[in-house]
């Protein structure tokens, strides 16, 4: 009896499998076992036939951060002297800073250089040494950029180096402005596909060209305005306020511009 109750689950096991296999397994001629037809394969795409075309986006973005360099030159008879000299002066700017706002964190040396000054220069005759000392401070709040370069003068500072406005979010607005260029491309793909009686189909190559230009009051350069598709002003954020009135510096805008190039596979019209 225990033999034929083993030898039943074995029969029973195998009629099993079987089922299985004749209801899931395809067959060669593109039908399954139980008879329905296999769903159709997406064509490869065709890159014998393709469109090559850019499509480009600018953002102008007012500014949120000031990137200010500010320094101390000294000079003096020894290096002990002219050392003393410029410590007492950078702290003395620092502590000005401090007190306007302007965190610890946000004040670094940037540059610290002795060298010797020399009476001749053939000769090399040292007549005494001089120290270059520049700290950077990071502005949270551009209104401030003005008041905090006077401030700084008036504390011992004597030496602007550079102001370079700049804005926090800048991965923000090069992400937007990528896809804002990837789509410019697409519609034009899909407009001169149209006119030639096709359509843009899949996505073969994709290049990418990014850049940010400042234009404002310190090192302002010229954009091309003549993009492809979209221009696009985004409003000041409260922190940057309004540049207008009694401020003296004008922000100006920060260009974010994104260029794509995108060759598209071509196929005919269904």
């Known amino acids: ?9 074995v029969l029973l096991a195998v009629v099993l499998l079987f089922l299985l296999l004749w209801v899931g397994l395809p ?19 065709d890159a014998s036939r393709t469109v090559q075309v850019t499509g480009s986006a600018l953002i102008n973005v007012t500014p949120d951060r000031a990137l200010i360099q500010l320094g101390v030159q000294s000079n003096g008879a020894t290096p ?42 053939d000769a090399l005759v040292i007549k005494g040494y001089r120290i270059n000392n520049i700290v950077a401070v990071t502005l949270r709040d551009v209104k401030q950029t003005s008041t905090l370069l006077a401030v700084a003068l008036e504390a011992g500072a004597n030496q602007v180096v550079n102001v370079e406005f700049y ?37 073969l190559t994709i290049n990418e060209n990014s850049s940010v230009v400042y234009n404002g009051l310190w090192g302002g350069r010229g954009q091309n305005v003549w993009t492809q598709n979209t221009v696009q002003n985004v409003a000041p954020s409260a922190d940057a306020g309004d540049s207008a009135g009694d401020e003296p510096i004008s922000l100006g805008q920060i260009a974010v511009k994104a260029e794509v190039g995108v060759t598209f596979g071509l196929q005919s019209l269904p």
């Open 27 to 45: 067959t060669l001629n593109g039908q399954t076992a139980a008879g329905s037809p296999m769903p159709q394969l997406q064509p490869v795409c």
């Open 1 to 9: 009896m225990k033999q034929m109750l083993t030898t039943f689950t």
């Open 167 to 203: 804005t926090s979010e800048l991965r923000k607005y090069r992400d937007q402005a990528r896809e804002l260029a990837v789509k410019a491309a697409q519609e034009k793909a899909q407009a001169l596909a149209s006119a030639a009686g096709v359509e843009a189909g899949c996505v």
């Open 80 to 121: 002990s002297a002219v050392q003393s000299a410029n410590a007492a002066a950078i702290q003395q700017v620092i502590e000005s800073l401090q007190a306007q706002g302007v965190a610890a964190q946000d004040i670094a040396t940037d540059l610290y250089l002795i060298e010797p000054v020399y009476q001749d220069y």
